[in-house]
């Protein structure tokens, strides 16, 4: 079946430095690919997603590479604020004949001033 | 637009007690889901709706949990006899779609049993 892996985290940085948050995929096709944001005390939200094989999703100075080839979306961002401290999602959509996202467990972020 | 919305935001109840947990999907929305998140942890799958139909409850933790979709719209997840195990943060979701598409989550309910 389908599935997600994400690095462990946290993951702790100053504020303005470059955040990489590795994920890796197995999936039959080739689906869209997701990235959610969950910041303290809220529900998930899609920060972005890509639909096909090398296109790049971007939002909030976030972006994250569809790559077929190695069947990953990094997330990055050149320079964190402290407000991007959250918990992020890489995610697949359902297939076949689930009816169910796959979500990896999440990185939680912590950006210091 | 109204996004998705969830009540009570915070609930505790003594362990053995029933707690029903309500969520409100995007209207049109005919998708819906329910997670189960425990501090730290990733999202656990609990129960899928297409319309009132729920073809997949296989994330169900036990029978003490079941849940029920009225109207297309309204859901309302019930456990009973409630454990200190089900304190978490239950995640409602909903999408226009069949899994396909982007979900939009609401807020949570996070259930504390003592």
């Known amino acids: 079946g389908d599935s997600v892996t994400q690095m462990e985290g946290p993951v702790t940085l100053s504020e303005e430095a470059f955040l990489t948050i590795n994920c890796t995929y197995t999936a039959t096709g080739y689906p869209s690919l997701f990235w959610y944001v969950q910041y303290p005390g809220e529900g998930l939200q899609l920060l972005l997603k890509a639909t096909k094989a090398d296109d790049k999703g971007s939002n909030k100075g976030f972006e994250a590479t569809y790559r077929k080839e190695t069947t990953s979306f990094h997330l990055e961002k050149g320079s964190v604020q402290v407000s991007d401290s959250a918990v992020y999602f890489c995610a697949l959509p359902a297939s076949g004949g689930s009816y169910i996202p796959t979500f990896g467990r999440g990185t939680s972020l912590i950006v210091h001033p | ?114």
């Open chain 2, 1 to 114: 637009g109204a996004g998705v919305s969830q009540s009570p935001s915070n609930k505790v109840t003594e362990k053995g007690k029933d707690v029903e947990l309500r969520c409100d999907p995007i209207s049109g929305h005919t998708a819906l889901y329910w997670y189960r998140q425990s501090l730290g942890q990733g999202l656990e799958f609990l129960i899928y709706f297409q319309g009132n139909s729920a073809p997949d409850k296989s994330g169900l933790p036990s029978d003490r949990f079941s849940a029920e979709r009225t109207g297309g719209s309204v859901s309302t997840l019930t456990i009973q006899r409630t454990q200190q195990e089900d304190s978490a943060v239950y995640l409602c979701a909903s999408s226009s779609g069949t899994g396909y598409d982007e979900q939009y989550f609401g807020p949570g309910t996070r259930l504390t049993v003592t």
